[in-house]
């Protein structure tokens, strides 16, 4: 199989395919909820751990696995990351019970903890220094189409087949992808190496931590409420099935418009007005959730404005990492995307236990009081000390987002 000649156009769509077969890969199961309960024959609460095994395991791998493939040329790896993940997702597509399907869903986590960050990490690398943000952001665009078609595509496959053919699509989509960037992509040679014991030296500044510990938060708080959103919607609007899948796309487009937003605003006027105005922007929309979900209308309307804050929450959040670690980005921004996993590990967990104990409505109350929390970590911490860190780092050799 020949590489074919391409454009830097070109090569960034590849990556951008790539990622949205693995951000679908990552969110789908929000939107197949009620099918996997149907199906499984388990609660929503077990079916929602399925989203805690992806996610603890892209968390714990996402570092691990790119220390142990920090040698590897980068296209063989980026090819190899959606083999897995297409495989994974097949695995999950056959899996006939719900222990083995959450045996597929680390397996697909694995292929995408290490796509991600190399798929980022080479769009920066061939492009010019001047085309880097967009080529970045393009790839980026592929994680928020997967939240915007990839998860409503995913629950009407469900409703009208079952949730077996939507991983189906999804495990062949990514086998597309690996396809796609084998013929499109250029060898890419390793970045320099880096110790594991280095991705961590970053840590020593309090200030990134601060954005680390306000991460797993907001994306706790998130993804606890999104991906039991079918209860809730059911409990307030008294909404299932197709209307589920529209108020789905809702937020994806939201969370669109947040992501192109929260880049610029942070490019404009720097890092923390941003962060504490979308903070404080999602507590309220949280907190309001249960009383302006009642009709179809509103929460039309509200998951929107949610997916708008949510998602113009991470762009200034690394913004002010680099900013803060100008010579090891790329660890701190490893970092976070561990943090950002972590969140939505846990979101699994406690919006179970929350689910299970108190009811739908509950949850988005619970997720407004971790917001509010992540909003005081932020106001406290922003000018604390920072402690000196190691070697520098290039960017690009080492870049990791999401």
Not at 94 to 123: K, N, Q, S
Not at 206 to 233: D, E, G, P
Not at 306 to 317: I, Q
Request: proline content about 5%; glycine content about 12%.
């Amino acid at each position: 199989m020949s590489t074919v000649p391409s454009s830097g156009t070109s090569r960034n769509a590849v990556l951008a395919f790539g990622a949205f077969g693995v951000g679908t890969s990552g969110y789908i199961v929000a939107g197949l909820l009620p099918s996997l309960t149907a199906e499984l024959h388990v609660s929503a609460t077990a079916a929602a751990q399925l989203v805690t095994s992806f996610a603890i395991a892209y968390a714990i791998g996402s570092p691990l696995f790119a220390a142990a493939t920090g040698r590897w040329e980068r296209r063989s790896l980026l090819v190899a990351a959606l083999v897995v993940t297409g495989l994974g997702n097949l695995f999950a597509a056959v899996a006939p019970g719900y222990t083995t399907l959450m045996i597929a869903r680390v397996v697909t986590a694995v292929g995408a903890a290490v796509f991600t960050p190399g798929a980022t990490a080479v769009a920066a690398e061939l492009s010019t220094p001047e085309r880097r943000g967009r080529a970045v952001a393009t790839v980026f665009g592929g994680l928020t189409v997967a939240l915007i078609f990839g998860v409503p595509l995913g629950s009407l496959i469900s409703q009208q087949l079952d949730y077996e053919a939507a991983f189906l699509l999804v495990g062949v989509l990514s086998l597309a992808g690996a396809v796609g960037i084998r013929l499109v992509l250029p060898k890419v040679a390793p970045p320099p190496a880096v110790r594991l014991a280095e991705r961590f030296a970053v840590a020593r500044d309090k200030r990134v931590v601060a954005l680390l510990v306000t991460t797993v938060l907001a994306c706790l708080a998130a993804f606890m409420v999104y991906t039991l959103v079918s209860q809730l919607l059911a409990a307030t609007a008294g909404v299932t099935g197709a209307t589920v899948t529209v108020l789905l796309f809702c937020y994806g487009i939201g969370g669109a418009v947040g992501n192109y937003v929260g880049g610029r605003v942070a490019d404009r006027w720097g890092a923390r007005v941003p962060i504490l105005v979308v903070l404080a922007g999602i507590t309220l929309v949280l907190a309001l959730l249960p009383l302006t979900t009642t009709t179809v209308v509103g929460a039309g309307v509200t998951l929107f404005f949610w997916g708008v804050g949510t998602w113009a929450f991470s762009p200034p959040v690394q913004h002010r990492l680099i900013e803060l670690s100008p010579g090891h980005a790329g660890l701190a921004l490893s970092l976070n995307a561990s943090a950002i996993y972590l969140g939505v590990g846990l979101s699994g967990v406690v919006g179970g236990a929350v689910l299970t104990s108190a009811g739908p409505k509950v949850l988005p109350e619970i997720a407004a009081v971790l917001t509010a929390v992540a909003f005081a970590v932020m106001l406290f911490f922003w000018g604390a000390r920072a402690r000196p860190v190691v070697r520098e780092e290039r960017l690009p050799a080492d870049s990791t987002a999401g």
